[in-house]
C-alpha cells in the first residue's frame, strides 16, 4: 500500500487553465506538506497543513490554494496556471510538526506542464 | 543565499568506486537529514544525524555529522549501480526543513 499517494502524476494544461491536485496519506500524520521542484531539482517548500491548520504559507501566489478537508488529506488548487507553474509539484507527511526536524515521507510526485 | 550547499553537484563515477559528497552551511543545525531520489519519484529519508560528530553507517553508506553541527558528509563505499540517485541534505532553518540542491550521482556498470 502507498504510503502517500498523489493524482495525477502527470499534468499538460494550457495557460490559464485551473487545475488541482490531490494528495492522501495513510500513515496516520498530524502534518502534510506541498513541496516544488523546479528544473534544476531544487525542492522548496510552498505549504504546511497540522491537524488541517495551516501552519506554513511560504511566498507563493495567491493562485495557489491549498485544502485540507481531513487531516489524512491536502490538496492543491492553482487558477490561472503560467508557464512558470511547470515543475514537480511534491506531496509529503509527517508524523507531528517538528520546527523543521520532522521526518518526512513523500509521494511519487505530480509532473506539471504548462504550455 | 543558499543556506545549505551541496558538493560536487554532480558526480559520475564506475561501479566499485568510493565516493563523499558533502553538505556545508554557516548556521548550526539542531539535526541534518540525508534523502535520496530516484528518478521519477519522490525523496526517501536515508538517516538523521543529530549529535556533532555523529556517524551512522547504512550498509555501504558512512554519514558524519561535523563536530560544530554546521556540515555534513555521506561516503558511498564501493558504488554501484543502484546508488544512482540524487542525493538532498536538509535541516531546520526558521523552523522549515529546507534543502540543500543536492548531488546528482550517476554510477555506470
Known amino acids: 500500500d502507498t504510503a502517500v499517494s498523489q493524482t495525477p502524476k502527470y499534468l499538460v494544461t494550457q495557460m490559464g487553465n485551473d487545475k488541482s491536485i490531490k494528495c492522501e496519506q495513510n500513515l496516520g500524520h498530524d502534518t502534510m506538506y506541498w513541496y516544488k521542484q523546479d528544473s534544476k531539482k531544487f525542492l522548496k517548500i510552498m505549504f504546511s497543513?497540522?491537524?488541517?491548520?495551516?501552519?506554513i504559507n511560504e511566498t507563493v501566489p495567491n493562485r495557489f490554494s491549498p485544502k485540507s478537508p481531513d487531516k489524512a488529506h491536502l490538496n492543491l488548487h492553482i487558477n490561472s496556471l503560467e508557464l512558470g507553474d511547470s515543475a514537480v509539484y511534491f506531496c509529503?507527511?509527517?508524523?507531528?510538526f517538528g520546527g523543521g526536524n520532522e521526518k518526512l515521507f513523500f509521494g511519487s510526485g505530480t509532473q506539471l506542464s504548462v504550455l | 543565499t543558499q543556506l545549505l550547499e551541496q558538493s560536487p553537484q554532480f558526480l559520475s563515477i564506475q561501479e566499485g568506486e568510493n565516493l563523499t559528497v558533502y553538505c556545508n552551511s554557516s548556521?548550526?543545525?539542531?539535526?541534518l537529514q540525508w534523502y535520496r531520489q530516484e528518478p521519477g519519484e519522490g525523496p526517501v529519508l536515508l538517516v538523521t544525524v543529530v549529535t556533532g560528530g555523529e556517524v551512522k553507517k547504512l550498509k555501504r553508506l558512512t554519514f558524519q555529522f561535523g563536530d560544530a553541527r554546521k556540515d555534513s558528509s555521506l561516503h558511498i563505499t564501493a558504488a554501484q549501480p543502484g546508488d544512482t540517485g540524487l542525493y538532498l541534505c536538509a535541516g531546520a532553518v526558521y523552523s522549515t526543513l529546507t534543502f540543500g540542491k543536492g548531488t546528482m550521482l550517476l554510477v555506470s556498470p
Open positions: 509529503a507527511s509527517s508524523q507531528d
Open positions: 548556521s548550526v543545525f539542531s539535526s
Open positions: 497543513y497540522n491537524n488541517k491548520e495551516l501552519i
